[in-house]
């Protein structure tokens, strides 16, 4: 049962350019959209996030995009940088029903951004 | 900046044997949770603790497992007899409110390899 997919991998950017990663969910209670970066060896670090309240919310370089009615978000990285080569992680969660805040993660996609 | 830590990194244990896996989480965050990752998956959600006791946990959390806040700043992870496939990644994390926006800050990962 994939509630949030990450249907690309892998992908492969030239340093400079836009990196845009993309996630699809399923669970129309989902009201809050994370993304996280991880590095080989190392656990995920919370990169972004946004509420099903928002469409777009900007930190620095990372822009997530979020349409809620495709059920689709995806995460802008302009210009991308040879350290933002990494595996990126879109995860979901809802806050209904007094859950706790249980991350549902996507399978991650590896960015690699090229010199 | 406050980190999340995990020991042991590497945990090398024979199958039907226990395992206890620790983490210390952020000083005053309230909330923890253990994921864990199977190699090639996606990170999946094991179980959340507040107030010490377990708010949430997740199919795979059964009767081998169990969670445990020893004192005030340890946070622990037990497999009572291990199986082959428990061998996996398993990542800790906390957070400080139960608000939705606030996001998970995760450990670098045990890494559990089941003989």
């Not at chain 1, 991350?103 to 010199?115: A, D, E, M, N, Q």
């Not at chain 2, 996606?42 to 497992?65: C, H, T």
Request: include cysteine; aromatic fraction near 12%.
């Amino acid at each position: 049962d994939q509630q949030v997919k990450q249907n690309s991998p892998s992908l492969s950017v030239q340093e400079g350019r836009i990196s845009i990663l993309n996630c699809d969910y399923t669970n129309s209670m989902f009201d809050y959209f994370l993304w996280y970066k991880k590095y080989p060896a190392e656990g995920p670090t919370f990169l972004i996030s946004i509420s099903s309240i928002k469409d777009k919310n900007e930190d620095g370089r990372f822009t997530v995009f979020l349409n809620k009615s495709a059920k689709h978000l995806s995460l802008h990285i302009v210009p991308s940088q040879p350290g933002d080569s990494a595996v990126y992680f879109c995860a979901a969660l809802s806050s209904y029903g007094g859950s706790q805040g249980n991350l549902i993660f996507g399978k991650g996609t590896k960015l690699s951004v090229k010199p | 900046e406050p980190e999340v830590t995990q020991t042991p990194s590497h945990q090398v244990t024979q199958m039907g044997q226990e395992v206890i896996l620790r983490c210390v989480p952020i000083s005053n965050h309230l909330y923890f949770y253990w994921y864990r990752q199977i190699l090639g998956q996606k990170v999946e959600f094991l179980v959340s603790f507040y107030n010490n006791e377990i708010s949430e946990k997740s199919e795979i959390f059964d009767d081998q497992f169990s969670v445990e806040r020893p004192d005030g700043s340890n946070f622990t992870l037990k497999i009572r007899s291990t199986k082959l496939e428990d061998s996996a990644m398993y990542f800790c994390a906390s957070k400080f409110h139960d608000s939705s926006n606030q996001p998970q800050h995760f450990g670098d990962g045990t890494r559990l390899s089941i003989l």
